[in-house]
């Protein structure tokens, strides 16, 4: 209970110590910084997933193409 009280404690000083900042125009620059590098970073992230699942598909296609040849010809 009490680790639980110290992690809520911690994230609101820390909610409150990252808004005074960013007040701040070096922490405004700071947060707009991190703010672009998570975006990019999950934009990275969704293409790898699209370009992975794209080659699943292909693959299962493919799969699915040879079972098919091979019940044709029996």
Do not use: N
């Amino acid at each position: 209970m009490k680790g639980i009280l110290l992690l809520v404690a911690g994230v609101a000083i820390g909610f409150v110590v990252a808004h005074q900042v960013s007040k701040t125009p070096e922490g405004k620059r700071f947060f707009e910084d991190v703010d672009a590098k998570a975006r990019e970073f999950g934009s990275a992230v969704v293409d790898g997933y699209k370009a992975r699942e794209a080659e699943l598909r292909a693959a299962v296609a493919e799969a699915e193409d040879a079972i098919a040849d091979l019940t044709r010809s029996r």
